[in-house]
């Protein structure tokens, strides 16, 4: 092949096409828009529907070569599906009701948010340091947040009759057509901390929010959650606040492999709990 073709033929180049072709084995679902080292990265994948979910993704946000390797190296796609409300998800689907103005913001929040592009010190960093590294690499956060998000700006001020609070970050949400206040917090997730969004949440839906708006989102990324806060406080049912955990280096296999468990689990427990009212009482 090299003698008729020329070069480019080493046994690395022919297995990448190999690996290439049987991931792709039809032409048309081949795009132009991502380059030859995107495929090589995405033929790598095993699972169809993953594979097929990060092609689109990386085409539809104009991901690089590096990002796109990032995203999978940190199992973007699986830990998406395992923040999602799958039985909101699936009761949606049964009413067949799904206007852009009523979608479920827990489909676009995920957790946990893997901010190693920080390069923080282990232990070693204030909420301020958290939040001026977030500004600093603001294009890779945005990317850890999803499709969608657009940045506002830094320590907003929003002002009642006879007080000013500061907001950490705030976003906005092209879909959702919404607002996005995210509080940063170092530990354990407290009821302090819920009430505290609680009341930024309710001053920005007074004060803020345009008519055309939907109700504004409120997340506490922290850098340990709570489980008993989630469920004895606002958060269990409220649709308009949420608590993620964030993690400020890239867990290994091992780790990541647990935390998605736990929210296979904690998904598996919603579920089971949302069946018992329907259950007899014998």
Known sequence: MTEEFGR?????????????????????????????SHYVHLARIEQDAARHWYQQEAIQQGWSVRALERQISTLYYERLLSSQDRAAVEHEAEQNTAPLAQQDARQYLRDPYVLDFLNLPAGRYLEADL?????????????????GFAFVERQQRIRTEDQDFYVDLVFYH???????????????????????MDS??????QHRKGDDDNPTIGLILCSQKSEAVVKYSVLTDNLQMFAAKYLPHLPTEEELRRELEHERERVQQQIGQAGTPGETDE
């Open 200 to 205: 930024y949440v309710r001053i920005y839906d």
């Open 8 to 36: 480019g033929f080493d046994v690395t180049n022919l297995r990448q096409m190999r690996r290439f072709y049987e991931a792709f084995p039809k032409r048309e679902t081949v795009s132009l828009e991502l380059s030859w």
């Open 174 to 196: 092209f879909k959702l057509k919404c607002f996005l206040l995210v509080d940063l917090k170092l530990g354990k997730l407290t009821h302090q901390d819920v009430g505290q």
């Open 131 to 147: 939040e001026r590294a977030l500004i600093d690499n603001l294009q890779d956060f945005l990317l850890e947040l999803g499709k």
